[in-house]
């Protein structure tokens, strides 16, 4: 989603409409743990350029799916998000205490801004629904109060010798 001042000028008072869908490479989200991938990403907004501040406002809304890993089990969890947003490019060198985003060679470039917008709003955890604890595996296992006597008892067999060592010291 990239717009170049040149195009921006041409349009009818230096306004413009946008609808896009964006896929994101799944390359992006092998760094993020808290985020497995985006799907179904639809940005629909306006532009509008104000000439006198040298400024392009954009007004955005953002649909579609995170891919997030359940709290509780890993699984793939598809959650859905709508967000509403709005941003301003400068054709300028701002100061440090502006809140714009310099644009480079003319060039306005929205994917970044919106990737930043969905990425501030994925959520702490999600949990699955029916999602259920493990409670063993390869090699572990969950115990329980009942389990917990029997293990006291249980005596590793390479450490077995060890239990007559202090028997002759006496």
């Not at 896009?20 to 990403?41: A, I, R, Y």
Request: hydrophobic share 40%; proline share 4%.
């Amino acid at each position: 989603m990239k717009w170049n001042l040149q195009w921006i000028l041409k349009q009818k008072d230096g306004c413009f409409d946008f609808d896009e869908t964006l896929t994101f490479p799944s390359e992006m989200f092998h760094n993020l743990s808290q985020v497995n991938g985006l799907k179904d990403v639809h940005v629909v907004g306006r532009g509008c350029l104000d000439m006198k501040n040298h400024q392009l406002y954009v007004d955005f809304q953002v649909k579609g799916q995170m891919i997030l890993p359940c709290a509780v089990s890993l699984e793939d969890v598809d959650y859905p998000f709508d967000i509403k947003s709005a941003t301003v490019f400068a054709f300028y060198k701002p100061l440090d205490d502006e809140d714009v985003i310099e644009v480079k060679r003319d060039t306005v470039d929205l994917t970044p801004v919106v990737f930043q917008e969905i990425m501030m709003d994925v959520p702490m955890r999600v949990v699955k629904d029916g999602a259920t604890l493990k409670t063993e595996g390869n090699g572990w296992k969950v115990l329980n109060e009942k389990d917990e006597g029997k293990d006291e008892d249980y005596i590793d067999p390479r450490l077995a010798k060890l239990k007559d060592y202090f028997k002759d010291k006496e």
